[in-house]
């Protein structure tokens, strides 16, 4: 039986909690007159106290909501349930459109008869212009407490069906344990009350942040003498043993006439997630960026070593070692060119283009990478069937597939070694398979098999692993982002991924992929000869090694060659006799004039004079489509003597 001074004391408990919430309690009418809106209103909407006395479904909803208010409003005067929450949009003063997200319910007399509907409702506003623009941004608990309303006048059963429709967890702490929770809390953190209440606070938060938060409520409460904690980010821990990032807000209050905190926490877990992803993503363009970088300066002492040496292959007599031995020179050099465009796939920031792709090749040069890093205490074991077929696919995301599965495969044996297992073969799935792959269709297709010896994983584990930054790698080894890739990757080509493993005993991950119809034709080159010539080229490249090289190959081709290592002498040269050059072959990056801005000022000059461009990386050359108008053609270095002999005379020929 309740007396007097324990509905005072409970009004007064729930006004606190209402002082304390950014919320907005409103009422109307069965004809949807506003009866009362709390001052937060006026806060979001800007209307004035006249005005509002004024308000009605009519003049603050748009015409697509007005018939659904109506229809939710004639539901609850008869009773009957509505959906809630519901989101919509309301005019403020100026007749902007806010979005809101509200819930309602009916309140009726002692016989039964309807009075009015009483609601809260909560901006969301700028989480909607968030989900737009697929970024999500946290509302800041700090605004609930400047905004929080002073004064509020219902009844005990109107404070409680605010505190039991909130969004965010609202519990009550004393003595370090929770006495009161509202639904979200028990939702977030999966307790009943019962449970919640037997358990210390410390039990819900994260081992590595207890004790800092602990000590900073110590001195925000105890030491100073604060009433607001103030805004606080830290982990909490669900009755799963889930991690939720969480944001909380707390303010002293009595409970029960002893000392305890009111407490508004966010579940912010999204918010971070997206934080991290965006990280990841920044740390890829400044790897892309650095690769590139180093692809340009790699290629360019690339250009030097195999020209030369194709030179000298051509001079060398047959009847000594040294052709062998430059052909050795060749192929390592060939191997050195391979490895920097791998590179540079791998870290391309570019949307990757879907093509037929032979993935035996692209399997085998993703694993000529990772063997540099990868122990030789761990054994590569391969059995990669050369006639595997093709696959619809942009050959970056398979090479990605294989660097992710590799190298998870050789973590769990970094520390005692094993063998790492690399399969790929062709498959036929039919109907009697169904049950094995629920999510594939009868017909051809490539499976890819990686296996390791290592520690492998239990059945929780195995549940988690394609979730987005779930990791077992210790802090700074691993974004938990790798198999997450992977899995989107496979699900977006049309295949599935499976996953088995035992503790001790290793894991295997299987990799099914769509095999498209037709293979990848060879077609053996003739015999080349080299196109020759005798018109002049102007060369220019800031590298003396490379002006030196290009012009002996243009010179053994029959091309009379001049030659300068500034772009601006190069460009003083030209224009002081534009008719003596029938060509211009310059590097793209340079310091002065680029390649581009050189060739510009040349075509202003001679319009006519055909200029080809060599670049050993340059960002937005890369494609032939993206040509810059000046330039007649790309040479990407290093540079090879057919390669260069046939440009030169397709340019002419043009």
Same mark, same amino acid.
């Given at each position: ?31 949807? *007159? ?37 229809? *939710? ?10 959906? %809630?929450?519901?989101?919509? %949009? ?10 809101? %997200?509200? *819930?309602?319910?009916?309140?009726? &007399? ?27 941004? $946290? ?11 002073? $004064? ?100 002293? =209050? ?11 926490? +966010? ?52 009847? $000594?070692?040294?052709?062998? +031995? ?30 037929? $792709? ?18 030789? /205490? ?36 970094? @520390? ?13 799935? /039919?109907? =009697? ?26 059945? &929780? ?72 010539? /005798? ?19 243009? /010179? ?32 793209? =990056? ?32 890369? &494609?032939?489509?993206?040509? &810059? ?7 990407? @270095? ?8 046939? =440009? ?5 020929? @043009?």
């Amino acid at each position: 039986m309740y007396t007097k001074k324990d509905i005072s004391e409970e009004l007064s408990i729930y006004r606190e909690m209402h002082e304390h919430l950014d919320d907005i309690v409103f009422s109307h009418d069965a004809l949807g *007159r506003m009866t009362y809106v709390s001052p937060s209103w006026q806060k979001i909407f800007h209307f004035t106290d006249e005005e509002i006395r004024t308000l009605d479904f009519q003049n603050l909803l748009p015409d697509e909501y007005l018939a659904e208010a109506v229809e *939710r409003t004639e539901r609850q005067f008869r009773g009957e349930p509505v959906k %809630q929450p519901w989101e919509l %949009q309301i005019y403020d003063h100026d007749r902007n459109r806010i979005w809101v %997200q509200i *819930r309602t319910r009916a309140v009726y &007399d002692a016989d039964g008869n309807f009075i009015k509907v009483y609601g809260m409702a909560r901006n969301i506003h700028e989480k909607k212009k968030i989900e737009e623009r697929l970024l999500h941004y $946290t509302q800041n608990l700090e605004k609930l407490v400047d905004e929080r309303t002073k $004064t509020l006048r219902e009844s005990t059963e109107t404070y409680r069906i605010l505190i039991e429709n909130a969004h965010d967890a609202i519990f009550i702490v004393r003595d370090g344990k929770v006495v009161f929770a509202n639904p979200s809390t028990l939702r977030m953190l999966g307790y009943d009350m019962e449970e919640l209440s037997r358990i210390p606070i410390a039990d819900i938060i994260h081992p590595e942040d207890r004790m800092e938060m602990l000590i900073y409520y110590d001195k925000k409460f105890k030491t100073s003498g604060n009433i607001n904690l103030g805004y606080y980010t830290f982990r909490g821990i669900s009755k799963e043993g889930e991690i939720l990032w969480l944001q909380i807000n707390a303010v002293r =209050t009595i409970w029960e006439n002893r000392p305890a905190t009111f407490n508004f926490v +966010r579940d912010i877990s999204q918010e971070k997630r997206l934080e991290q992803q965006l990280l990841q993503s920044q740390k890829m363009e400044a790897i892309g960026t650095l690769a590139g970088g180093i692809a340009h300066d790699f290629n360019n002492i690339l250009s030097a070593i195999m020209g030369y040496t194709e030179m000298s292959l051509m001079e060398a007599p047959r009847e $000594t070692q040294i052709p062998r +031995r430059l052909e050795r020179v060749m192929t390592a050099s060939r191997r050195a060119k391979d490895l920097v465009a791998r590179i540079l796939d791998f870290s391309r920031q570019s949307e990757g283009i879907k093509q037929p $792709t032979a993935i035996g090749i692209v399997v085998k040069e993703a694993l000529a990478l990772i063997r540099a890093s990868v122990p030789s /205490t761990i054994q590569f074991v391969e059995a990669i069937e050369n006639n595997a077929g093709e696959v619809y696919a942009d050959p970056t995301q398979i090479h990605q597939i294989v660097m992710n599965l590799c190298t998870n495969a050789a973590h769990a044996m970094q @520390k005692s070694g094993g063998d790492l297992s690399i399969c790929l073969k062709k498959i036929q799935i /039919t109907e =009697t398979d169904k049950a094995t792959f629920a999510d594939l269709s009868p017909g051809p297709f490539v499976c890819l098999i990686v296996s390791d010896t290592g520690h492998g994983m239990d059945r &929780d584990t195995i549940r988690k692993i394609f979730d987005p930054y779930f990791t077992t790698k210790n802090k700074g080894e691993g974004t938990g982002l790798g198999l997450s890739v992977v899995h989107g990757i496979v699900r977006n080509l049309g295949g599935e991924i499976k996953v088995y493993s035992e503790l001790g005993k290793g894991t295997v991950f299987q990799v099914y992929l769509p095999q498209i119809e037709g293979g990848a034709q060879t077609v053996k080159p003739e015999k080349e000869v080299l196109p020759v010539g /005798t018109e002049t080229v102007l060369v220019i490249d800031d590298e003396e090694a490379i002006i030196e090289m290009i012009s002996e190959m243009l /010179t053994s081709l029959g091309y009379q060659v001049e030659s300068r290592i500034s772009s601006f002498e190069a460009f003083e040269a030209f224009r002081a006799n534009p008719k003596r050059f029938d060509l211009i072959i310059t590097d793209q =990056t340079m310091p002065q004039l680029t390649g581009i801005a050189l060739a510009a000022k040349v075509k202003s000059i001679r319009p006519e004079v055909p200029v080809i461009l060599c670049t050993g990386f340059s960002a937005g050359l890369e &494609d032939d489509g993206n040509r &810059d108008p000046h330039v007649n053609a790309i040479i990407h @270095k290093p540079i090879l003597l057919r390669e260069l002999a046939g =440009t030169v005379r397709s340019v002419f020929a @043009k």
